[in-house]
């Protein structure tokens, strides 16, 4: 079943859903949406994000359920209760671990990592059970790809918390508002004041979009996808803005292009031929000492030998485009003859070049050790380093060449907008 089975989970800020194929490679057949809301007389391609547990903080619904249930819900027994609603934004721009909480609407924490993975858990059991009713066999999460959506902005930090999230699978006063009435139980808001309340969001679009316009890209379409490009108002608003530079075009059921999207990379990957590094990525190194261009603090001496250490050795340099699964090799040796191991550490930065892993914007991203044995050839053994770009993740390989002995580790980019994924 490998490669052709499919299941794409676009975890969204307001509402979430999932897509899917059971169909092989070469078919060329759109994916499947899971319809939502049928109990409610509704018939939509994503439910709402949020999710209900009970005061033992066990999962009880997800969704038009979660939200359902908790609306009915009388005053006491909903404080005992813990509801969760647009929580995925919650980790953008936050510091994140494991023990890092979330607040509920009750006002009480929970440990934001069982938040996500009970969300991630029900849309992986609902997404199996649907397949295998409408398919008329059981299956198992190990017969899929799944295909993760992530924010492309989200800092890897988040990006790595919903990886684990998958893996392991208050009342606000009423305020006076100019322009706007409410009466029996319904609120009136005039035409003008509504448009008002997308001048934040239309204008922050814009700016980015001149930004990347005033660029030498030759860009002659803009792409309007996702939820947000059902808005009649913003698509009036980027036509009226743009469209003497550009075409701007809207799929049909722009909401469903990303998760759809999604299904489609998964068959075949290489669909995205190549990608933009947000970084400039490195490892630290030694070179031999040169005091008329090295940091005398950064000199250290072994054997007979003086060394420059934290030398920032570029690997990938900020918006250069790798191909997919590109592949860079490099070598290494030790600085000393008795040396029995290896340790390879990776940087990241912003800026295009950089001479030291501890200058500033320098962050590290990954570290791991390659053992080293046998030592009879003394500094000249090697160590071979091997980069896949091009992926949703850089993924390293070392291996020394005496041994045999290797170490790979992946480095979480920014480069990507979905998690790949073997199975939850």
């Known amino acids: 079943m490998g490669d052709s089975y499919i299941i794409a989970i676009d975890f969204g800020t307001a509402y979430s859903g999932y897509a899917y194929t059971v169909t092989s490679k070469e078919d060329q057949i759109d994916p499947v949406l899971k319809s939502w809301g049928k109990e409610l007389g509704l018939e939509t391609p994503k439910t709402p994000t949020c999710i209900l547990f009970n005061e033992e903080e066990e999962f009880l619904n997800f969704g038009y359920e979660a939200k359902t249930a908790y609306i009915n819900m009388r005053g006491e027994e909903a404080k005992n209760h813990y509801f969760f609603e647009a929580f995925k934004m919650a980790l953008y721009g936050a510091k994140l671990n494991k023990d890092v909480t979330i607040t509920a609407a009750n006002g009480k924490s929970m440990n934001a990592l069982k938040v996500f993975t009970s969300a991630l858990s029900y849309l992986k059991e609902n997404a199996l059970t649907t397949i295998s009713t409408k398919a008329g066999k059981t299956f198992i999460a190990s017969d899929f790809t799944w295909v993760l959506t992530v924010p492309a902005i989200w800092d890897p930090s988040a990006k790595q918390f919903m990886r684990e999230a998958a893996t392991r699978v208050t009342t606000f006063p009423l305020e006076t508002v100019q322009g706007a009435s409410w009466h029996g139980g319904s609120i009136k808001i005039t035409k003008e004041k509504m448009k008002s309340f997308f001048d934040e969001s239309l204008n922050g679009i814009s ?18 996808v996702g939820g947000y490009a059902e808005s009649k108002i913003l ?70 030998d003086d060394f420059c250490n934290d030398i920032f050795m570029k690997l990938v340099e900020i918006d250069e485009g790798v191909d997919w699964n590109e592949t860079k090799e490099h070598i290494f040796n ?90 939850f």
Not at 207 to 224: A, G, M, T
Not at 251 to 272: D, L, M, S, T, W
Not at 359 to 383: H, Y
């Open 207 to 224: 700016k980015s979009l001149r930004e990347i316009l005033n660029e030498d890209f030759n860009i002659q379409f803009i792409l309007l």
């Open 235 to 304: 698509r009036f608003h980027i036509k009226s803005e743009f469209s003497h530079q550009c075409k701007v075009l809207c799929p049909f059921r722009a909401q469903e292009a990303i998760v759809k999207g999604a299904v489609q990379f998964g068959r075949n990957p290489e669909v995205v031929a190549s990608r933009k590094s947000a970084f400039t990525y490195g490892i630290a190194t030694c070179q031999s000492f040169d005091k008329s261009k090295h940091k005398a603090e950064k000199k250290f001496t072994t054997g007979e």
């Open 334 to 423: 030790p600085v000393s003859a008795d040396q029995t191991a290896m340790n390879l550490r990776f940087y990241r930065t912003e800026r295009k070049n950089a001479k030291y892993v501890d200058e500033w914007g320098i962050e590290d991203v990954a570290s791991f050790f390659v053992n080293m044995p046998d030592t009879t050839q003394g500094v000249k053994r090697e160590v071979r380093l091997e980069i896949r770009f091009g992926s949703t993740e850089i993924t390293a390989t070392a291996t020394d060449l005496v041994s045999g002995c290797g170490r790979n580790s992946s480095i979480i980019v920014h480069i990507a907008e979905c998690l790949w994924l073997s199975e």
